[in-house]
């Protein structure tokens, strides 16, 4: 905080401030450092809506899949 914080599960929210009003953009990390931009958008809520979270969350998922096969 205050830019960024935990979503839970392995995911994180950046906060950003954009002409168009408040951006996020939802991430998480992999093995080496390296973080993987997984979706953005401009809010309009208090709220993280739940379907840009469950969006984050599919695309988190098949990111580590793939990752997972590579080992």
Known sequence: MPHTRAMGGGLFELQLKAMEGIARM???TM???NIMILHHFIKKSEKTPRKEL???QRRMKEVVDV???RA
């Open 26 to 28: 939802l991430y998480c």
């Open 31 to 33: 093995i080496g450092k």
């Open 54 to 56: 469950a969006i984050a």
């Open 67 to 69: 990752n997972t096969q």
